[in-house]
Structure formats: C-alpha cells, structure tokens
C-alpha cells in the first residue's frame, strides 16, 4: 500500500547527566499520567542532532545552548513501519545529551514547561516508565476516543499505535543502557 505522506524523521532526545547516571523523562501532553523522552519532528534544514537539542529544549527545559551532536554521533536510527491504517512511517534518529542537572535545573521558563512535568530518574525507573507507556491500559482507554474506526479493530490499532512508538523507546534505552555499561567498564 503506498502511503499518502512522506517518512516523518522525528529526533529523539535521550538527556543524560554523567554525574548522577540519571535520564531527564518528561510526561506526554496527552497522557499526563505516562513519562517518554523529548522527541518531535525534524524541521526542514535541521539536523537531527539540531532537532534533539531543539525538542530538549522546548519539552524538557534543557539549556538550549548546549552542543548540538553531529548526526554520525546518534546513538541509534528506528525505522517504523507504518501500517496498512496509518498515513506514513517514520525514522526515529536517537542521540545523547549530555548534561549535568545542575544547568538543567536553573532553567525555568521553557515553552512546554505549563504543559508537561520534567523529572531526573534513573536509567532503571526510566526503562519501568518507558514500558508502562506501551502497556497502560488507561492510555489505551484515553487513545479509544481519538480513533476514528468503524467499531472493528480499534484497539488493537491503538495497541499497535503504542506498541510501536512504547518499544522504539525500550529500543533506544536499551541501547543506550548497553553503551553506558561499556563506556563504565573500559
């Protein structure tokens, strides 16, 4: 089936603080309740490194004066597929972000910060919160109504819909888990 829009590229944000081994997550705008790593589209003529920087910013308060990453420094790049339901696939291009807390917590005017909370956990609470976005049964509650379907499928549309973006983010923690550990033992 060819699909009517263009690949999305979307950047995606993992914002780590080497000091303390903690990960910035953020709630989604639309399930406040469920925590996920800023990510959003890559403007036209941005880098996804560009991107990354951006979307810390705007969703997570980050600086946003800090170093953009080159693009041959993502951590992973996802290929989602779209399915026979959705308008278009997309490319997910992961980087790192270094930062200490400390800049991250001076900063307190940033444009979602009246739409979304921001909190430091651990690489291990990060991956708890990452897969109860794909597994809550809220959300999946929530998302019914957003659905256009004629009665037929609807939620196991949803529960691809958060399935696929809920495991493209275990994806990329879970990589980045595996490099962190390398990078602490060599």
Do not use: C
């Not at 399935?163 to 602490?184: D, H, P, Q, V």
Request: hydrophobic fraction near 35%; proline fraction near 4%; charge should be negative.
């Amino acid at each position: 089936m060819a699909h009517s829009k263009p690949t999305r590229h979307v950047a995606v944000a993992i914002v780590f603080s080497g000091d303390t081994r903690r990960i910035l997550m953020i709630t989604s705008r639309k399930h406040h309740h469920l925590w996920i790593l800023p990510k959003g589209g890559i403007e036209q003529g941005e880098t996804s490194g560009q991107a990354a920087i951006r979307e810390s910013w705007e969703e997570a308060g980050t600086p946003n004066n800090l170093p953009i990453p080159n693009d041959d420094q993502r951590l992973i790049t996802l290929h989602l597929e779209a399915a026979p339901h959705q308008k278009r696939s997309s490319v997910w291009h992961v980087h790192v972000i270094h930062v200490s807390e400390a800049l991250v917590d001076v900063v307190t005017d940033w444009p979602e910060r009246h739409e979304r909370r921001r909190e430091w956990v651990d690489i291990e609470e990060a991956l708890r919160r990452i897969q109860a976005w794909y597994t809550d049964q809220k959300a999946s509650e929530e998302l019914e109504g957003e659905a256009v379907e004629d009665g037929q499928g609807t939620t196991s549309r949803i529960q691809d819909k958060k399935e696929k973006k809920g495991g493209a983010m275990e994806t990329a923690l879970r990589r980045f888990i595996e490099m962190e550990s390398k990078e602490r033992t060599s």
